[in-house]
């Protein structure tokens, strides 16, 4: 894709992101190709115009990070104040998201069910599965599958180091 700067080819939006979203904006509008490689452009320049006066913004402040704050400030340094609240709505619902992420990748606290119960349940299942391999006879349960002998009684014969017993 051809850029204004020459050297910065590999720094545009995906097409395909700006195509999605004039389909959603304008879904029953047709839009050329030329008119669409004129907005993949426009939104470059729009976001390294924004990014280098927030990078601005950002050092004047004596800061290494660029929060939103600085492009906030810089939205509104640049003439685009009109667009702030609409901003600062989006970061809320970015944030919202953010957080609700992150309480939904811990699956422990999702379930409701304290630790020392879950390590319970697990206790309870190994218990189960060593009941099924090994019946109560002390004999393994599926003998006639165990690599070890027919006539095996124990699972160390049957499950050893680098050897999966398949039952």
């Given at each position: 894709m051809a850029?204004?700067?020459?050297?910065?080819?590999?720094?545009?939006?995906?097409?395909?992101?700006?195509?999605?979203?004039?389909?959603?904006?304008l879904p029953n509008?047709?839009?050329a190709n030329d008119a669409r490689e004129l907005v993949v452009?426009?939104?470059?320049?729009?976001?390294?115009?924004?990014?280098?006066?927030?990078?601005e913004i950002c050092n004047k402040s004596e800061k290494k990070t660029i929060s939103p704050e600085h492009v906030i400030q810089a939205l509104e340094s640049l003439g685009f104040g009109s667009y702030i609240s609409e901003v600062k709505e989006?970061?809320?619902e970015c944030k919202t998201v953010a957080l609700k992420r992150r309480k939904a990748s811990s699956r422990l606290e999702n379930?409701?069910?304290?630790?020392?119960?879950?390590l319970r349940q697990q206790q309870e299942?190994?218990?189960k599965t060593a009941t099924s391999r090994i019946?109560?006879?002390?004999?393994?349960?599926?003998?006639?599958?165990?690599?070890?002998?027919?006539?095996?009684?124990?699972?160390?014969?049957?499950?050893?180091?680098?050897?999966?017993f398949s039952g």
């Amino acid at each position: 894709m051809a850029s204004s700067s020459g050297n910065d080819d590999d720094l545009t939006i995906p097409r395909a992101a700006i195509n999605k979203m004039i389909k959603e904006t304008l879904p029953n509008v047709r839009v050329a190709n030329d008119a669409r490689e004129l907005v993949v452009n426009c939104c470059t320049e729009f976001i390294h115009l924004v990014s280098s006066e927030a990078n601005e913004i950002c050092n004047k402040s004596e800061k290494k990070t660029i929060s939103p704050e600085h492009v906030i400030q810089a939205l509104e340094s640049l003439g685009f104040g009109s667009y702030i609240s609409e901003v600062k709505e989006v970061l809320q619902e970015c944030k919202t998201v953010a957080l609700k992420r992150r309480k939904a990748s811990s699956r422990l606290e999702n379930l409701g069910i304290p630790e020392e119960e879950l390590l319970r349940q697990q206790q309870e299942l190994f218990a189960k599965t060593a009941t099924s391999r090994i019946g109560p006879t002390g004999m393994a349960s599926n003998a006639a599958s165990c690599p070890a002998s027919t006539d095996c009684c124990c699972l160390s014969k049957c499950i050893q180091p680098g050897r999966i017993f398949s039952g």
